[in-house]
């Protein structure tokens, strides 16, 4: 049921170009695009990968960007698992250019990272991950992380400081004033080897899902380092984050 669909329109990547003679040519970097939320916090209405931003979908935005850096060389997107879901991100990435591919995501995020992990092919080393609802994402920030991993790092997540007072509470009572300056907020992409994602994955409990890919690798007790977020890689999650996505698009056209 979660076949893999190519939609590459490119032909096939040249091997070995301006590598040097002797050393192992570095393998491709795959971008997973987990879409098949339902998008719940948004509201009523279709799968919020699939939901308007300026005229096109908020997923059509991801890609775009994510084609578009020079360190990607491929894009899996994690489909809302029905056949229409499927159909639909079939047809909207067949407009883009780069090589993109298709898979039914599952029930939990988690889920939808697995299946299209499980559908990679063998040739791609560094693996990103990367939310379609952080469809305004800049290209800087892929290359940053990219970089990070292709510099040694096993896994690399793009964070910002926390600007609120944060604290902990019971009920509607205060416990304790946390200390930020020690607390990031997260976002994605977050790259991986190849081999610490899927190790991670394989671990995972699936009763239990993660709601990042770095939370399974930190749990194998294998470090995790952080480079830059940017502050329009924000998730829509809520209405206003929709609002916000048209103030954004709006300023950049
Ligand atoms: N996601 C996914 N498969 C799921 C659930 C979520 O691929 N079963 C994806 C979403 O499509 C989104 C990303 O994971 O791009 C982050 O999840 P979130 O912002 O929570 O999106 P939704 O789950 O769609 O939203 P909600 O939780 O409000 O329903
Ligand atoms: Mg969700």
Redesign the pocket.
Do not use: N
């Given at each position: 049921m979660s076949g893999v669909v190519s939609m590459s329109t490119d032909p096939a990547p040249e091997t070995g170009s301006g590598t040097p003679a002797g050393a192992a040519a570095p393998g491709r970097v795959a971008v997973i695009v987990?879409?098949?939320?339902?998008?719940?916090?948004?509201g009523p209405g279709a799968?919020?990968?699939l939901r308007e931003l300026g005229g096109l979908p908020l997923l059509v935005h991801a890609v775009r960007t994510l084609v578009a850096a020079r360190s990607v060389d491929l894009v899996v997107v994690?489909a809302p698992p029905d056949p229409q879901g499927v159909a639909e991100v079939q047809r909207l990435l067949a407009d883009l250019p780069g090589d993109t591919r298709v898979v039914a995501?599952?029930?939990?995020?988690q889920?939808?990272v697995a299946l299209a992990l499980a559908a990679l092919p063998a040739d791609c080393d560094v693996v990103l991950v990367h939310?379609?609802?952080r469809a305004l994402t800049p290209v800087e920030v892929i290359g940053a992380v990219v970089a990070a991993v292709r510099g040694g790092a096993g896994a690399v997540i793009p964070v910002l400081p926390v600007t609120d007072t944060v604290k902990a509470v019971d009920g509607d009572l205060v416990t304790a004033t946390v200390d930020r300056s020690t607390l990031r907020a997260v976002q994605t992409p977050q790259g991986f080897t190849r081999d610490i994602l899927a190790k991670a994955h394989a671990a995972a409990d699936p009763a239990a899902p993660a709601t990042d890919d770095a939370g399974l690798v930190e749990a194998l007790g294998l470090p995790v380092r952080t480079v830059p977020g940017h502050a329009e890689a924000f998730?829509i999650?809520t209405p206003f984050d929709l609002v916000l996505a048209e103030a954004v698009l709006r300023r950049r056209r």
């Amino acid at each position: 049921m979660s076949g893999v669909v190519s939609m590459s329109t490119d032909p096939a990547p040249e091997t070995g170009s301006g590598t040097p003679a002797g050393a192992a040519a570095p393998g491709r970097v795959a971008v997973i695009v987990p879409a098949a939320g339902k998008g719940e916090r948004l509201g009523p209405g279709a799968p919020k990968a699939l939901r308007e931003l300026g005229g096109l979908p908020l997923l059509v935005h991801a890609v775009r960007t994510l084609v578009a850096a020079r360190s990607v060389d491929l894009v899996v997107v994690a489909a809302p698992p029905d056949p229409q879901g499927v159909a639909e991100v079939q047809r909207l990435l067949a407009d883009l250019p780069g090589d993109t591919r298709v898979v039914a995501g599952g029930t939990s995020r988690q889920e939808s990272v697995a299946l299209a992990l499980a559908a990679l092919p063998a040739d791609c080393d560094v693996v990103l991950v990367h939310d379609a609802a952080r469809a305004l994402t800049p290209v800087e920030v892929i290359g940053a992380v990219v970089a990070a991993v292709r510099g040694g790092a096993g896994a690399v997540i793009p964070v910002l400081p926390v600007t609120d007072t944060v604290k902990a509470v019971d009920g509607d009572l205060v416990t304790a004033t946390v200390d930020r300056s020690t607390l990031r907020a997260v976002q994605t992409p977050q790259g991986f080897t190849r081999d610490i994602l899927a190790k991670a994955h394989a671990a995972a409990d699936p009763a239990a899902p993660a709601t990042d890919d770095a939370g399974l690798v930190e749990a194998l007790g294998l470090p995790v380092r952080t480079v830059p977020g940017h502050a329009e890689a924000f998730k829509i999650t809520t209405p206003f984050d929709l609002v916000l996505a048209e103030a954004v698009l709006r300023r950049r056209r």
